[in-house]
């Protein structure tokens, strides 16, 4: 699996835009980008997933570099109830089951 | 209702017991997994299971075994509980298409 990299901690202004970088310059062509975030000790919660092209859904936005190297969750209105920890993976979609969650960053929105 | 459910929510248990955590769900998924969260980690897969008669080992399988007893349902049993197995134990499901998975709300597990 390719190795991903984030800062350990982030805060943000409640209402502003959160934007959660993401390094994975080892990434395969086959590899998909996730991003999940887990609010206290409660279970992880998808928010959103790309393979090459920009992607947005009704939490977030995920913007992917050209090169796929890199990438960054944009959570457009963070509002308190925003503040977890995120994880972003990367994978292929199928045959690799052995998905790892590594330690994230832990975002703070203030209010 | 969740769509993913486990139970029970939080166990202390003893050295050596056995202690089976149970994991049902609503979303017809075919895949379930299980997996664990020690403090200030990520999570780690215990087990995963594709239909009732797939079962396949994750990064962690020691001293844990699993039942698909239905598609709806996947427990992951602790034969003889030891202290480092005090963890947070996630369920999750995954459907067929490259789409995320979904987490249930975990069991709190102490080994005393």
């Known amino acids: 699996d390719a190795k991903t990299t984030q800062p350990p901690s982030m805060d943000c202004a409640e209402g502003r835009a959160a934007n959660l970088p993401c390094n994975h310059s080892t990434i395969s062509g086959n590899e998909y980008v996730y991003w999940y975030r887990q609010i206290h000790s409660q279970g992880p919660q998808y928010i959103i997933h790309g393979l090459k092209n920009n992607e947005t859904n009704e939490m977030a936005s995920l913007i992917i570099t050209e090169d796929r190297k890199s990438s960054t969750l944009i959570l457009p209105h963070a509002t308190l109830r925003d503040t977890a920890v995120y994880y972003c993976?990367?994978?292929?979609?199928?045959?690799?089951?052995?998905?790892?969650f590594g330690t994230g960053t832990r975002l703070t929105i203030i209010p | 209702d969740a769509d993913v459910t486990q139970t029970p929510r939080n166990r202390i248990t003893k050295t050596g017991k056995r202690i089976m955590l149970e994991c049902s769900q609503t979303?017809?998924?075919?895949?379930m997994y299980w997996y664990r969260q020690d403090p200030g980690l990520g999570l780690r897969l215990i087990y995963y299971s594709f239909d009732v008669k797939d079962i396949n080992k994750g990064e962690i399988s020691d001293g844990y075994s699993v039942s698909r007893q239905a598609q709806a349902k996947f427990s992951l049993s602790l034969e003889s509980a030891i202290p480092n197995q005090t963890a947070l134990y996630f369920c999750?499901?995954?459907?067929?298409?490259?789409?995320?998975?979904?987490f249930g709300s975990g069991t709190r597990l102490t080994v005393v």
């Open positions: 993976i990367v994978s292929p979609p199928f045959g690799n089951e052995k998905l790892t």
């Open positions: 979303k017809g998924h075919d895949r």
């Open positions: 999750a499901t995954r459907d067929s298409t490259n789409y995320g998975y979904t």
